[in-house]
């Protein structure tokens, strides 16, 4: 079955009483027993939620993978992953991932006795070298956010296997319409939801995809265990937003290109970074590993000047400034003061990222607009 068409049928069915052909939303907490024990597979909607099992569904066909569980953020699906591990174990991790990822590692589990190393993973011969015996996860986060380094994910699940540990790709920025971390050796896919998959700036939701059974089933019982699900009227929302999915991503990949170009070619703008460009760093894994290079995009002006990003950040009138992406309207940020500003600014500059970096979620508009929208703040 092609793409789009799983997008649009697969994990989904006609409601069974009505025919409904879109999943009802089962706002309910409880569900009546015929006998103790004697049930309709479901107890209590922490646990088990007839909306939530089918956006599973869905979500596990989309990746091809067997397993989805779904959780109330993208915070909460990581955070469920870390719980398999146990004081004393180590996590390699790139340099550049997303400031919330960052946080949740150092100021919380850090805490706890997990040690991480965050290295530039565009470098595998970095990622080798931080393998210890204790190594017990290898954290992928591919294109990077912001600076879109892209790491080799069957190279990474190749470390990750002679060091005995597991490989989770946060697949967020690409979707499983650029490309599936399971076919390439990851052992659990992380997403973000509220960004492209639900693709429309109104819900909040994280999710995560394996293979694996056991691994599903200690998963499932921190997702219960600790109750980080998301409620019927979410999950309705997403699986909405997932049968657009190849629409919109074709075409946030389409102006992606066209967006990126321009910024390549104008006078005022010192660097672009965007994995389709041939001179990018990895240029040649992202063509292997991805089926396109999607819509975001980070730039720095020229002159580097932080001063100068927020003149032009605030002179926008499409991409509006706000926190998050992947919505079908465009937005820029500045990740050194947003989403990023909980990694020290030392730590920040060292993986490249500029205080003056200005990040672009290039929505679904008419490119021409947002072009002209670029053309007038950067003047």
Not at 308 to 325: G, I, P
Request: aromatic share 8%; net charge negative.
């Amino acid at each position: 079955m092609k793409f789009g068409t799983k997008a649009i049928h697969a994990g989904v069915h006609p409601d069974p009483t009505t025919g409904a052909i879109m999943t009802p939303i089962y706002q309910t907490s409880t569900y009546v027993q015929r006998s103790p024990g004697d049930h309709k597979g479901f107890e209590y909607s922490r646990t088990h939620n007839p909306t939530r099992s089918q956006l599973q569904d869905a979500l596990a066909a989309l990746d091809n993978g067997k397993h989805g569980l779904a959780f109330a953020t993208g915070m909460a699906a990581i955070d469920c992953i870390v719980k398999l591990l146990q004081p004393g174990d180590e996590v390699i991790s790139t340099n550049d991932l997303y400031g919330g990822s960052y946080r949740l590692f150092t100021k919380v589990y850090q805490n706890y006795g997990i040690k991480f190393h965050f290295v530039p993973m565009h470098d595998m011969t970095a990622v080798e070298a931080a393998v210890t015996e204790r190594t017990k996860l290898i954290w992928v986060e591919t294109p990077t956010n912001p600076l879109l380094n892209v790491i080799d994910i069957a190279a990474a699940s190749a470390v990750a296997k002679k060091a005995g540990a597991l490989l989770v790709v946060d697949n967020t920025f690409s979707t499983p319409y650029l490309q599936t971390p399971l076919e390439l050796g990851a052992d659990m896919v992380m997403y973000s939801l509220t960004k492209y998959m639900a693709g429309h700036s109104d819900t909040v939701m994280g999710a995560v995809i394996v293979n694996d059974d056991e691994l599903h089933q200690r998963l499932s019982f921190y997702q219960n265990a600790c109750g980080g699900t998301p409620g019927p009227q979410d999950c309705f929302l997403v699986l909405r937003g997932l049968k657009t999915l190849h629409v919109r991503m074709q075409r946030h990949c389409e102006n992606g290109r066209k967006v990126a170009e321009f910024l390549k070619a104008h006078p005022k703008v010192e660097k672009v970074y965007w994995p389709g460009f041939e001179d990018h760093p990895n240029h040649a894994i992202a063509a292997k590993q991805m089926r396109d290079f999607g819509g975001m995009i980070s730039f720095v002006l020229k002159g580097d000047r932080q001063e100068d990003a927020v003149v032009c950040l605030e002179k926008f009138q499409l991409f509006s400034l706000a926190e998050s992406l992947g919505g079908v309207e465009s937005l820029s940020g500045h990740p050194a003061t947003m989403t990023h500003a909980s990694i020290p600014a030392e730590e920040r500059r060292k993986a490249g990222l500029s205080d003056s970096l200005i990040r672009l979620s290039v929505g679904i508009e008419d490119a021409e607009d947002l072009i002209e929208d670029l053309k007038q703040a950067i003047g």
